[in-house]
């Protein structure tokens, strides 16, 4: 079992930088992939960027590449997710996932295994 907690959330303008962490406890940390997930009002879950478990393959989707960069610490057993150039289509709920199988790439919400509970990320124009 491994449990997920996220922080770092926020209200921030346009054009302004919120960075997110995942700590992850209960099974070993260098175990697992972990990513980030995001989810509106009124629309569906989706894959925002995820992190393979040494930390060698990172995916990302398109709308945030160049602006979002997912990183991990072993020492702290946390991925970050830095998110820099904020628009207002980015205002979701944000939540960590993660899985342990040997095909890192995941863009599918319900093929994860552990989730955290989220944090709000609010982008005014």
């Known amino acids: 079992q491994v449990l997920l907690v996220e922080s770092g959330g926020g209200l921030v303008q346009a054009g302004g930088s919120l960075s997110l962490s995942c700590v992850a406890s209960?099974?070993?940390?260098?175990?697992?992939?972990v990513g980030w997930f995001r989810q509106a009002p009124g629309k569906e879950r989706e894959f925002v960027a995820i992190i393979g478990w040494n930390a060698r393959r990172i995916y990302y989707r398109q709308s945030v590449k160049g602006r979002f960069t997912i990183s991990r610490d072993n020492t702290r057993n946390a991925v970050d997710l830095q998110m820099d150039n904020l628009k207002p289509e980015d205002t979701a709920t944000y939540y960590c996932?993660?899985?342990?199988?040997?095909?890192?790439?995941?863009?599918?919400?319900?093929?994860?295994?552990?989730w955290g509970q989220g944090t709000q990320v609010t982008v005014s124009s």
């Open positions: 209960g099974r070993p940390f260098s175990s697992i992939n």
């Open positions: 996932a993660a899985h342990s199988g040997s095909d890192i790439y995941r863009e599918v919400w319900d093929t994860y295994d552990y």
